[in-house]
Nanobody, 117 residues
Framework: QVQLVESGGGLVQPGGSLRLSCAASGRLRSINAMGWYRQTPWKQRELVATITSGSFTNYADSMKGRFTISGDNAKGTVYLQMNSLKPEDTAVYYC???????????WGQGTQVTVSS
């Protein structure tokens, strides 16, 4: 089992920045990738960015150039630096840890990001 705890969400003005953090505990050796997803009431949960144990990163097209993911899967940490935030980035952001061997995904409780003037 892996437990995930996010932090760093909040209210920010358009054009501003936020940094999200996620800390994992438990069976860290089972983690092959960590990442961030987001969800709004009117949209399905969508990929933001992921990072593998080999530090390979993947971003959704709309986040490229504005968001940066970093972290260390072995230590169970993942961060998301979000710059040039837009109102449409408003969502609940969820931390994810993927265990490729079992095919199981672990999720945090989510952290609210609101971009508004």
């Amino acid at each position: 089992q892996v437990q995930l705890v996010e932090s760093g969400g909040g209210l920010v003005q358009p054009g501003g920045s936020l940094r999200l953090s996620c800390a994992a505990s438990g069976r860290l050796r089972s983690i092959n990738a960590m990442g961030w997803y987001r969800q709004t009431p009117w949209k399905q949960r969508e990929l933001v960015a992921t990072i593998t144990s080999g530090s390979f990163t993947n971003y959704a097209d709309s986040m490229k150039g504005r968001f940066t993911i970093s972290g260390d899967n072995a230590k169970g940490t993942v961060y998301l630096q979000m710059n040039s935030l837009k109102p449409e980035d408003t969502a609940v952001y969820y931390c994810n840890a993927a265990d490729y061997r079992s095919g199981y995904d672990y999720w945090g409780q989510g952290t609210q990001v609101t971009v508004s003037s």
